[in-house]
């Protein structure tokens, strides 16, 4: 059974961000997040840079059969992207935060758990889910720790 974390408003500041956008079914998503990351990682690592905080793959939308995602890293300045992936910012604001651990397929509990939340406290959804995550390959999946972020506005 998943473990859920209290959710939690936050005030996040502005972030820079190097990602990768993309669309792809869900059953490409594995791949197409190890690739994007690995092309991130490759391109940070000629600029001798890292990345700020944890890897964060964005949902711009929940189609399964056609995701549209952004897969990248924050960064701790503004860099310029190159190619596919893109020079970023995710801006200032309120999100609502909730961690997960266990496997990925069993997160829908925590994101209807977050949306009646946000609706309880009389927030407005305001942009894509993000999810950090805190571990990954060679994980065992019960150990796996993501966090869940959803920009919000107050009413």
Do not use: C
Not at 109 to 135: D, R, T, V
């Amino acid at each position: 059974m998943p473990r859920i974390a209290d959710i939690a408003l936050l005030h996040l500041a502005e972030q820079p961000t190097l990602a990768i956008r993309a669309r792809t079914p869900v059953e490409g998503l594995p791949a197409l997040i190890g690739q994007s990351y690995g092309k991130i990682s490759q391109y940070l690592q000629e600029l001798g840079e890292t990345m700020a905080d944890m890897p964060f793959v964005g949902y711009h939308n929940l189609d399964m059969a056609d995701l549209d995602v952004e897969i990248g890293f924050p960064l701790a300045l503004p860099l310029t992207g190159r190619g596919d992936i893109q020079a970023g910012l995710h801006p200032a604001g309120y999100a609502v935060a909730g961690l997960h651990q266990g496997p990925y397929a069993e997160m829908g509990p925590l994101y209807q758990e977050m949306a009646a939340w946000i609706e309880a406290n009389g927030l407005i959804p305001a942009g894509p889910a993000y999810e950090y995550y805190f571990n990954g390959p060679g994980t065992p999946e019960s150990a796996l720790l993501t966090k869940v972020v959803m920009p919000v506005i107050k009413k």
